[in-house]
């Protein structure tokens, strides 16, 4: 069982930058991809981006990218989310997740991280 661990999250001013860590811990991550989620007060979860964990295709959403950045140390069975040029919109709890397999979604979740972006 692969339990996951986010860490990084806090409070930034606007135009800041953060980074978000995620291990994968229990046993070595060898499954499909690596990502991020995020869920803002009042808003449903939104998918922000993932890796694939063999090559290094990522995907991300309209709304960060250019912004933010996945990578992965696979040594470290680790995924690191950098979010630079932050905007009050970017507050919410990130949650780090993987899977598997290429079926759509995400059947692994971490705890979840706090980001706070004030104006």
């Known amino acids: 069982q692969v339990q996951l661990v986010e860490s990084g999250g806090g409070l930034v001013q606007a135009g800041g930058s953060l980074r978000l860590s995620c291990a994968a811990s229990?046993?070595?991550?060898?499954?499909?991809?690596m990502g991020w989620f995020r869920q803002a007060p009042g808003k449903e979860r939104e998918f922000v981006g993932n890796i694939r964990w063999s090559g290094d295709t990522t995907s991300y959403a309209d709304s960060v990218k250019g912004r933010f950045t996945i990578s992965k140390d696979i040594a470290k069975n680790t995924v690191y989310l950098q979010m630079n040029s932050l905007k009050p919109d970017d507050t919410a709890v990130y949650y780090c997740v993987a899977k598997m397999s290429p079926i759509p979604g995400y059947n692994m979740w971490g705890q979840g991280t706090q980001v706070t972006v004030s104006s």
């Open positions: 229990g046993r070595t991550f060898s499954g499909y991809a």
